[in-house]
């Protein structure tokens, strides 16, 4: 297999080396890139100072030859790209902070991962317990990222019957770290509380837009994610995920195949005939409930396609957590404890309360600050 590699791509070799790399060649060697890992069938291909990887079958899987490789191509100062990785790889890929780009040819369509940050910082704000990174993607579609931490203990909400901080002590990123990520530029729900409705157009993101928004949270933190005692990522800033399922689930699949002890809270309005079958495990679902009265809510989240309060309360999930039912009261008659007790089951569903987070459209709807008032991002 090798010769016949050789032969086809001799051609393309030129006096500056580049052109196809195979295992034992000279530059292989230099590489590390030899027989005893690969088999003869797998090649590199040089252009200049970038190497494609652009097939490789290890001859001892798991023995962290991928990786190695990819160091030994660091060290030597090449650009790496890695078209259309395995799953495996992809795993490798996003732990050392690749990132992925698809790029269109004539051929079709090919996924690539390089190192080269895709999305661009327009502004940020930091807090003392986070950071919230305004980015685009590569069209200009702004989307917003949070980066944000808190003291393990908060995370016992249910047992603590709320999640208030006890002191001025904000923990740190190893202990509570929760990133929350766009499903979509702008949102076509238009609640009456949500900056998104600033944004005159809105479309939804790739599996690896959302995946980027992530992995450029990484690169700004030098603290290990899987190391943080609880890791979670909620599909809770920009976009309604149930509008963008395909997309938020390949991104689940990904995120949890790289870090296996990851949590993804999935918030939704509940969208007509959705399916929460695949809401089970390490996935946990959280609806945007706001008023337990119907016309309340219907003005506060104006999508015509939507889940009555009733239906709302019949949605049962595999996950490991209780279904959250996020409530921003607005005003004191938003909450009724009849219909709170009548449609949710506490063995199902627990409630969290949030104040409203003040923005202009919350403003323009006169909404206020709503009824809570403890936050816990300072
Ligand atoms: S569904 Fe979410 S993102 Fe969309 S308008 Fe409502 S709160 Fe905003």
């Given at each position: ?151 393990y203990y908060t995370k016992d909400a249910i047992g603590r019957k709320q999640n208030c901080l006890m002191n001025n002590d904000l923990g740190s990123r190893k202990e509570r770290w929760m990133i929350g990520v766009s499903c979509m530029s702008g949102c076509p729900v238009g ?142 008659e938003d909450f009724d404890i009849n219909v709170l007790r009548e449609n949710f089951d506490p063995e199902y569903f627990f409630v969290k309360l949030s104040p409203i987070n003040k923005n202009e459209i919350s403003e323009n709807n006169n909404l ?11």
């Amino acid at each position: 297999m090798r010769k016949i590699n050789e032969f086809l791509y001799a051609e393309d070799i030129d006096e500056k080396g580049n052109g196809a790399i195979f295992p034992d060649t000279e530059q292989g060697k230099e590489l590390g890139f030899t027989s005893d890992k690969y088999s003869s069938a797998s090649y590199l291909y040089r252009k200049d100072n970038t190497m494609t990887i652009s097939f490789i079958e290890t001859v001892t899987p798991g023995k962290g030859h991928f990786s190695q490789l990819l160091n030994n191509l660091k060290k030597s100062g090449y650009n790496i790209q890695v078209p259309t990785p395995s799953n495996l790889m992809r795993e490798i890929l996003i732990k050392k902070h690749f990132k992925p780009i698809v790029d269109e040819s004539d051929f079709g369509s090919c996924e690539i991962w390089m190192k080269k940050k895709m999305l661009k910082e327009t502004k940020r704000k930091e807090f003392a317990n986070g950071v919230v990174y305004a980015l685009q993607t590569e069209d200009n579609y702004p989307i917003e990222v949070t980066d944000t931490f808190l003291p393990y203990y908060t995370k016992d909400a249910i047992g603590r019957k709320q999640n208030c901080l006890m002191n001025n002590d904000l923990g740190s990123r190893k202990e509570r770290w929760m990133i929350g990520v766009s499903c979509m530029s702008g949102c076509p729900v238009g609640c009456k509380f949500c900056a998104a409705g600033k944004l005159k157009k809105w479309r939804n993101l790739a599996h690896h837009e959302i995946l980027k928004q992530f992995i450029y949270v990484l690169d700004e933190q030098k603290e290990n994610f899987e190391s943080a005692q609880e890791h979670k990522i909620n599909f809770t800033r920009l976009g309604e995920p149930f509008l963008n399922l395909e997309n938020v689930k390949v991104a689940i699949e990904a995120l949890s195949n790289c870090f296996p002890k990851v949590h993804h809270y999935v918030s939704t309005i509940g969208i007509k005939d959705s399916d929460f079958s695949w809401i089970k495990d390490n996935i946990t679902l959280q609806i945007s409930l706001h008023s337990l009265k119907e016309d309340r809510r219907n003005w506060l989240i104006p999508y015509k396609n939507k889940m009555t309060i009733k239906e709302l309360g019949q949605i049962r999930t595999k996950s490991n957590l209780k279904t959250t039912l996020n409530l921003t009261l607005v005003n004191q008659e938003d909450f009724d404890i009849n219909v709170l007790r009548e449609n949710f089951d506490p063995e199902y569903f627990f409630v969290k309360l949030s104040p409203i987070n003040k923005n202009e459209i919350s403003e323009n709807n006169n909404l206020g600050e709503g009824i809570i008032k403890g936050i816990n991002i300072i």
